[in-house]
């Protein structure tokens, strides 16, 4: 009964181990799969999160300079949540460790805006303007150089807010 037992106990033992065998291959090529589509997965590039920041410069400022604060504090987010999404989608790349010193002149505007004060407004914007080029130059980009726009981004948006409302 013993010997019966025995073998009984060995091959449901063996029986398991097989099926665990395949079941690990299986999981193991859902992993390999799930982790090709990672790494085949659209990733925008520095440069795409940096033409995205620099729309929303140029908004931003349109936007302060009309005292339309609602429009000022909501592009000054578009490009706080842009710089924080370079550093999760490009932290790769050697130039994202300078962005620490955009900080100090994002939140200069963005108190500019809070305070509704469009001379302190333009003031900081100027300061966030020059840091964005010292950044550049710092990871020699100095070729991309940013200024105060002179000309909105886009025809179809109005910038100063209508006072009647």
């Known amino acids: 009964m013993k010997k019966i037992a025995f073998v009984f106990l060995t091959a ?4 398991s181990c097989s099926q665990n065998s395949n079941s690990n291959q ?20 520095l440069g795409e999160f940096m033409s995205d920041i620099q729309v ?13 604060w609602r429009l000022a504090d909501f592009e000054i987010h578009e490009i706080m949540e842009a710089v924080d999404d370079i550093k999760t989608y490009a932290s790769d790349r ?17 108190n500019s805006i809070q305070q509704k004060n469009v001379v302190s407004f333009e003031r900081n914007f100027l300061t966030l303007t020059n840091t ?3 950044c550049h130059q710092s990871v020699n980009y100095n070729f991309n150089k940013i200024k105060i726009p002179d ?15």
Do not use: R
């Not at 000309?151 to 409302?165: C, E, G, L, R, Y």
């Open 12 to 15: 449901a033992a063996f029986f």
């Open 26 to 45: 299986y999981l193991q090529s859902q992993i390999d799969s799930l982790q090709s589509q990672i790494n085949n997965a659209y990733k925008p590039g």
């Open 56 to 68: 929303h410069h140029e908004k931003l400022w349109f936007a302060g300079t009309a005292q339309n």
């Open 94 to 110: 050697p130039e994202v460790k300078n962005l620490v010193m955009l900080q100090p002149a994002i939140d200069s505007v963005n």
């Open 132 to 134: 964005c080029n010292n």
């Open 151 to 165: 000309t909105p981004p886009f025809s179809n948006q109005v910038f100063k807010i209508d006072s009647a409302k």
